[in-house]
Each structure stands twice: as C-alpha cells, then as structure tokens.
C-alpha cells in the first residue's frame, strides 16, 4: 500500500485542521488505518485507529474529543479532523496501515506507513 498524507499547516491555538491520506496499491479496507505522529525529539506516538469497517476506533487520551478519525473505503481515503489545536500536538503526522486486528498498534504492528504531514501549532 502506497500512503500520501497531506493536509498539515502553520494555525494558531484553537484552530482545526483536516488531514487526508489517500491509498494506492493494495485493498485498502484490508487494513486497520491508523494515524501516529512524533514531535521533535520525542518518539513517535499513536494518535488514533480505525477498524476496516470504520465501526470501531480508538483514541489516545491527549487527543480523545478533539480528534476524529473517519474513512471512506469508496474513495481509499482515511481522515483525521483535528480541532481545538494546542502547541503540544505539534508534530510531524503520520498515516499508517496495519495487517492487525486489535485497535491499539504500535510501530512494530505497521506494515506501510505513509510520509508524514506537519502540523505547527502556534501559541
């Protein structure tokens, strides 16, 4: 599977965005999609999944009710809304897909991971 994530940009605190990774190559709702991301100097983190079906998905507690995750298996697109933006989601974005079938991954359960998006958050 081939990942292109984009959507990232320089907002202010309190401001949404909307990142989009679009998937080439293989049967996208195989897949558990998954978005990660890794600040400066920090490790990359999971952010969210969501399951092939799109029934199911899972947040990490720092972004739990700012963040949503969605799909579309139609158009081989995964989404992740991101609002009320503070300085500490500053970090490069991520899209991945995972061949597992639990919500919660880590970057050993990725098997294609996309090139990231930044997003800067401005105080």
């Known amino acids: 599977v081939q990942l292109q994530a984009s959507g990232g940009g320089l907002v202010q605190a309190g401001s949404s965005l909307r990142l989009s990774c679009a998937a080439s190559g293989r049967t996208f709702s195989n897949y558990l999609m998954a978005w990660f991301r890794q600040a400066p100097g920090k490790e990359r983190e999971l952010v969210a999944t969501?399951?092939?079906?799109?029934?199911?998905?899972y947040y990490a507690d720092s972004v739990k009710g700012r963040f949503t995750i969605s799909r579309d298996n139609a158009k081989d697109t995964v989404y992740l809304q991101v609002s009320s933006l503070k300085p500490e989601d500053t970090a490069v974005y991520f899209c991945a897909a995972s061949g597992l079938y639990r919500m919660v991954v880590d970057t050993s359960g990725v098997n294609y991971w996309g090139k990231g998006t930044l997003v800067t958050v401005s105080s």
């Open positions: 969501i399951s092939r079906d799109a029934r199911h998905t």
